[in-house]
């Protein structure tokens, strides 16, 4: 109790003769420390001190006053003010104090006389504060360093509209959002506004205008004016100057399949502008597509669509940003990647098959053109008119840029693919001496064959019986045998039709014996379009007569016609005599089920004539007679209405495939 007892003694005399120096010291009256407060001027009582006739500040008074912290380290008797970027120790009798790490002289020790630290009033700035000594109002003003915000400026990149405002020195902010009409807000402390007004008309679909003002003292306002409402990330960086970036996200607002648009499509529509990165297909064969600015706010963000290409299609937000758009497609669809959506804000993505190759080749009387696709499409072959066409439209199919493939065949010139419509691709053969044409689908069910004849025999079945053969010689006349002569024409005939693209079957092919039943049998088993049966003529009684003739019977419709077109053809090559078409009651002309000639080339009896039968080139004529004959027969409306009356069906063409159509008109020869 004693030692306590002397202590306060002590204390009360050292606080007397404090009190009695300070106010010996001050005898114009106190100084002021006068400290703004978020905007306004606060007078701090009892902070300031004349030591020797300077005015020292008591530290405590001015963290408080400020709004900074100090604190009191008892190992190293030093106090510690921290504001938001000072951080000062300060050590009573030491002009070395540190700030922010660095060791700073300061104008006069610390002084901790009056039991409380104070400094010097101009070591105020060592604090990171702005001090304004004024001698004559002795008051002390103290702010915080205002940064000078000189620049506001706009930016946009991929689909990020970048704000960025700029201060001399590190400021303060705090931002908000305020509504209708949408526009962010950052108040930014410590900070002036330099011009006083500054306002960014920014043309664009996600901000439209950047206004700053003074808000109240040493706090700038900076608006920013949205065409809507959208997301936004806000970085700072310290430093001189110091940088407060503004980053506005679109936003995935809607996704949707769009099932009556030609093409399957997907919308992706955001708020404000979105970049987004070309379609990509992963190792699983699944399509990505990233918006690397977005943000997804989407009541679904998955589709699973019943039927047609899309299997599913899912939109999920991307760690670190952005979303990404992953479509489980049918094999061989692709994505198309449209406009944007028409206010600029989303993108269209449709999805199709593509054209992969176009290639033609030659086949016996005909050009084939294979077009394979990416995938099964379904095809829609017709003519066109003036010049001769033939086109496929490929419905599901995009031709993402117009080709042409050079062909100069007979029957095709060149194939042109474009897009016709916006769901159909169509590919168009130019086409030269075209007859028919034919269609098929590719052996792997992807693309489509198109053949087209260049003559009318191109398809057609024809049944040749040259007469006699083996045992029966038929007329015999100098060692010449009927038999041989018959079998030669046939072959030639053959190959001339085979040549064109005509399936032939012979009653035989080499000397041998078939019974006439067997013959037309063999005819009518082949279910042809036509029948000839070859011979050669004689007599017995008489050496003069010469000449070719041929013979129908009638049992088949048109079988009149055949006979008459290939009768004139062939007297017309081979410059015989013309004993004209009969009608003869013949086991090959009567007994068979399509329309059927004999001809008989010419007379073995008569001298001229076997001469010129025993010439190849003759019977090579006879042949070419006999084919043209055949020719214009199967390119007539005869044979047509014949096909139509006996099959049902038009001018098919039996060999080549289900689908085909043959025509004549303009096109056709
Ligand atoms: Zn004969």
Redesign the pocket.
């Known amino acids: 109790m004693r030692y306590l007892g002397i202590a306060l003694t002590v204390c009360m005399m050292i606080l007397s003769v404090s009190a009695v120096r300070a106010a010996a010291a001050l005898p114009q009256g106190s100084w002021v420390l006068r400290v703004e407060q978020g905007g306004a001027w606060a007078d701090i009582p009892d902070a300031v001190m004349d030591l020797a006739g300077q005015p020292f500040v008591s530290v405590r008074g001015l963290a408080q006053g400020i709004g900074a912290s100090l604190s009191w380290i008892e190992v190293t008797k030093e106090a510690v003010f921290t504001s938001e970027r000072t951080v000062a120790m300060l050590r009573a009798g030491d002009r070395q104090a540190y700030v922010n790490g660095s060791a700073v002289t300061l104008s006069a020790s610390p002084d901790a006389e009056s039991g409380r630290l104070a400094i010097a009033a101009p070591d105020i700035r060592a604090l990171g504060l702005a001090v304004e000594i004024d001698g004559q109002t002795r008051v002390i003003k103290v702010s915080r360093p205002r940064s000078r915000i000189k620049r506001a400026s706009v930016s946009a990149d991929h689909g990020v509209v970048s704000v960025l405002i700029e201060g001399d020195t590190p400021f303060r902010y705090s931002d908000f959002v305020l509504c209708t009409p949408d526009r962010v807000v950052i108040d930014i402390y410590d900070a002036v506004l330099e011009p006083s007004v500054l306002t960014v008309d920014v043309a664009d679909s996600v901000v439209k205008r950047v206004r700053a003002a003074m808000n109240r003292p040493g706090v700038v306002r900076v608006v920013v004016d949205l065409a809507s409402a959208l997301g936004y990330t806000v970085e700072y960086t310290a430093g001189a100057p110091a940088r407060l970036a503004i980053e506005f996200h679109t936003r995935i607002t809607h996704f949707a399949l769009d099932s009556a648009a030609p093409l399957p499509r997907l919308l992706v529509a955001t708020a404000g502008r979105s970049a987004f990165s070309a379609p990509q297909v992963d190792a699983e064969g699944i399509m990505l597509m990233d918006f690397p600015s977005a943000q997804v706010c989407l009541d679904q963000a998955e589709l699973v669509p019943e039927g047609g290409p899309v299997k599913w299609a899912r939109i999920t937000a991307l760690e670190g940003g952005g979303a990404r758009l992953r479509v489980k497609l049918e094999e061989g669809y692709s994505a198309i990647v449209r406009d944007r959506l028409c206010d600029d804000n989303g993108v269209v993505i449709d999805f199709a098959l593509t054209v992969c190759s176009v290639r033609s080749y030659e086949g016996p009387g005909c050009t084939v053109v294979h077009i394979t696709t990416s995938g099964p499409v379904g095809f829609r072959p017709f003519r066109l008119n003036e010049p001769d066409r033939l086109a496929v439209d490929l419905p599901g199919v995009w031709a993402a840029s117009s080709s042409l493939v050079e062909v100069h065949s007979r029957s095709v010139t060149q194939v042109r693919l474009a897009q016709f419509a916006e769901g159909t691709a169509r590919a168009v053969l130019d086409l030269g001496e075209a007859w028919a044409h034919s269609w098929d689908v590719s052996p792997d069910g992807k693309g489509i064959m198109l053949t087209v004849a260049s003559s009318p025999v191109f398809g057609r079945t024809v049944v040749i019986d040259p ?2 053969g083996g045992t029966d010689p ?2 015999v006349k100098d060692g010449v045998y ?1 038999k041989d002569i ?1 079998l030669d024409i046939a072959s030639r005939l053959r190959q001339l039709l085979e040549m064109s693209g005509a399936r032939v079957v012979m009653t035989r092919n080499d000397d041998c014996s078939v019974q006439l039943s067997d013959r037309s049998r063999m005819a009518n088993e082949a279910a042809p379009d036509a029948i000839i049966s070859i ?3 004689s007599t017995t009684w008489d050496i003069f007569p010469s000449g070719t003739e041929s013979y129908y019977f009638n049992t088949v419709p048109y079988s009149q016609e055949l006979a008459a077109l290939v009768h004139t053809c062939v007297v017309r090559e081979l410059q015989l005599m013309d004993r004209k078409v009969r009608r003869g009651d013949y086991h090959m002309v009567r007994e068979t089920s399509a329309p059927a000639v004999l001809v ?1 080339v010419g007379f073995m009896s008569n001298g001229v004539d076997l001469q010129k039968l025993r010439d190849p080139e003759f019977r090579q004529k006879a042949a070419t007679g006999m084919f043209k004959g055949l020719s214009m027969y199967l390119g007539s409306d005869m044979f047509r209405k014949w096909r139509v009356e006996s099959t049902g069906t038009s001018g098919d063409w039996r060999q080549v495939g289900g689908n085909s159509s043959s025509r004549q008109g303009s096109g056709g020869r």
Request: with cysteine.
């Open positions: 007469g006699h038929g007329a009927e018959n011979h050669c003529n008989e």
